[in-house]
């Protein structure tokens, strides 16, 4: 089993930055790609970025060339750099990582999120 603790987040005026980190913990076969959500208030959770276990990235289109997703396999840790914060971005930040067990099954694993609050 595969446990995320997300750190990082807090209260920062627009135009900061933070940097947020997924640590990954626990017994796998694989923690393939790692992501990035996040949900505002009264709103759906949304995809922010992820990061396959090779290195490839993809971003949500409001977050292109202001957040930055990277991974330290020997630490099992996925960071997500965010620069030009807006309050918009203000939400609960979540990790997700598709794993695959040491069964050889593929299960999703969440982190208990952490808040982003970006004042105007």
């Known amino acids: 089993q595969v446990h995320l603790v997300e750190s990082g987040g807090g209260l920062v005026q627009a135009g900061g930055s933070l940097r947020l980190s997924c640590a990954a913990s626990g017994v796998a076969f694989a923690i393939n790609t790692i992501a990035w959500y996040r949900q505002a208030p009264g709103k759906q959770r949304e995809l922010v970025a992820a990061?396959?276990?090779?290195?490839?990235?993809n971003y949500e289109d409001s977050v292109k060339g202001r957040f930055t997703i990277s991974r330290d396999n020997a630490k099992m840790t996925v960071y997500l750099q965010m620069n030009g914060l807006k309050p918009e971005d203000t939400a609960v930040y979540y990790c997700n990582a598709a794993v695959t067990t040491t069964m050889r099954t593929n299960v999703d694993s969440w982190g208990q999120g952490t808040q982003v609050t970006v004042s105007a």
């Open positions: 990061i396959t276990a090779g290195g490839d990235a």
